[in-house]
C-alpha cells in the first residue's frame, strides 16, 4: 500500500443499455425489455432490464432462451451512438472531480479521487455528487463503491445496486472480504470458483487460509492476485490511458452456415472490417486470432502469431484461412464467426471504452 491511503470510487450504471432504452420510450418502463437481438431471427441478449432480470434473463443469453423465459419480453434494436453519447456526457461529469478515469465499459469506470479537482476530503461525498449529477443530467441512475482499492470499490458497487452506494472504510475491508463467497469475488469466474470450492476454499477467509505457494501451485500466476484480494489488497493504479490490447470484428448469423465456400466468403466480409478497424487505429499486430462458435454454442478459437506484424487485409484473408483450415467441422453448422489481431504495435494512446458487445 502506498503511504497514503488511495481513495477509490467504482462507478456502475445500472442497466445501462435498457435503462437508456426505457427512458427514451416512456411506454415500456416498468416492463421486461433486453436490449439485442429478435426472438425470431438469431441474436444474444446484449443487455437485460432489472424487470427482466427477475425471470432470470441476462447479457449472453441467446434470444430464444430468453422469451422462452418471459414470453411477453420486449426486445429493442441497440442504438450504440446514443449510449456513446450518454457514456461521454458521464465521462465529462468524472472530470469535473478527477482526470485519474479509467473506463471500463460505456457504463463502467474506475476513478482514482485521492487528489480531486476539488479538494473534497471524502471520497463519498464526490461519489454521491456524481451520482446526483449524472441523474440530474441525464434522468439516468448509477450505483457507486467507494474503498482503498480497484478490487473493494468494484465489490462495493455491487452490493446496493440499482441506485445505490456502498463504502468500504480501511479498518473493515479484511471483515468484508473475509465473509465473501468466493463465487463474489471479481475477477474469480465460475470455473475458477468451482475448482476452489473442490479444494474446500468457498469464503474469504478459506482463501486467506492458502499460502502463496499452494494458490500459485494451483492457479499459476492467477494465484498472486488471489493471495493479495484474500488479504484486501490491490496495487493496481487507475490507468487514465488504457491501450488497446486487441482489434477485432465479429458477426453471428441469421442462419447456420455449413458450405465452406459461403463461410469463406463471410470469413472475407469479416477481414474487411477487420482492417477497417485497423486502419482507423493505424495499428499492425503480431497475433491474429479466428473465432468460431457453432450452432450448439460450442466456441473454440484458434491463435497463430508471426514474427512481424501485419496490417494488409490479404495477410489477413491469408492467415484467416490458415487458422479456418485446423478446424474440424465435423458436420457442424456455425453460427459466428471472428476475427481479431493483438500483439499491436503503432497504436496511440487512448482512452478505450470496451463495448460490452
Not at 60 to 87: G, W
Not at 172 to 199: R, S, Y
Not at 338 to 345: I, P, R, T, V, Y
Request: hydrophobic share 40%.
Amino acid at each position: 500500500m502506498a503511504n497514503q491511503t488511495r481513495k477509490i470510487i467504482h462507478i456502475d450504471m445500472d442497466a445501462f443499455y435498457a435503462s437508456v432504452e426505457q427512458r427514451d420510450n416512456p411506454k415500456y418502463i416498468g416492463k421486461p425489455l433486453v436490449v439485442g437481438g429478435s426472438p425470431n431471427q438469431r441474436g444474444v441478449v446484449a443487455a437485460a432490464s432489472y424487470e427482466a432480470r427477475k425471470y432470470g434473463i441476462h447479457s449472453a443469453m441467446p434470444s430464444k432462451i430468453a422469451v422462452a423465459r418471459c414470453p411477453n419480453l420486449i426486445f429493442v434494436k441497440a442504438r450504440f451512438e446514443v449510449y456513446r453519447s450518454i457514456s461521454s456526457q458521464i465521462h465529462h461529469i468524472f472530470r469535473r472531480y478527477t482526470d485519474l478515469l479509467e473506463p471500463i465499459a460505456l457504463d463502467e469506470a474506475y476513478l482514482d479521487v485521492t487528489i480531486n479537482k476539488q479538494n473534497i476530503p471524502y471520497a463519498s461525498t464526490i461519489a454521491r455528487l456524481i451520482r446526483n449529477e449524472i441523474f440530474q443530467e441525464t434522468n439516468l441512475t448509477a450505483s457507486a463503491g467507494v474503498s482503498i482499492n480497484k478490487f473493494l470499490a468494484k465489490m462495493a458497487s455491487g452490493k446496493n445496486k440499482p441506485n445505490g452506494m456502498t463504502v468500504i472504510l480501511p479498518e473493515q475491508a479484511q471483515e468484508f472480504v473475509q465473509g465473501l463467497p468466493i463465487e463474489k469475488f471479481h475477477g474469480i469466474g465460475k470455473v475458477t470458483a468451482a475448482k476452489m470450492n473442490d479444494l474446500g476454499i468457498r469464503t474469504g477467509a478459506d482463501l486467506k487460509g492458502r499460502s502463496l505457494e499452494f494458490l500459485v501451485r494451483q492457479f499459476g500466476k492467477a494465484g498472486y492476485y488471489y493471495y493479495n484480494i484474500a488479504r484486501a489488497r490491490d496495487e493496481r493504479a487507475v490507468e487514465a490511458n488504457r491501450i488497446r490490447k486487441s482489434i477485432g470484428a465479429e458477426n453471428s448469423f441469421a442462419v447456420d452456415l455449413n458450405d465452406t465456400a459461403l463461410i469463406l466468403k463471410e470469413l472475407e466480409k469479416i477481414a474487411t472490417t477487420l482492417k477497417e478497424r485497423i486502419d482507423k487505429h493505424q495499428a499492425s499486430g503480431r497475433t491474429i486470432t479466428l473465432k468460431v462458435k457453432f450452432s450448439d454454442y460450442q466456441q473454440i478459437t484458434r491463435s497463430r502469431t508471426l514474427n512481424t506484424p501485419i496490417s494488409d487485409f490479404n495477410a489477413i484473408l491469408i492467415e484467416a484461412k490458415i487458422l479456418f483450415k485446423t478446424i474440424e467441422l465435423n458436420n457442424r453448422s456455425i453460427r459466428l464467426l471472428g476475427l481479431s489481431l493483438s500483439n499491436l504495435d503503432n497504436i496511440a494512446a487512448q482512452i478505450v471504452q470496451l463495448s460490452l458487445w
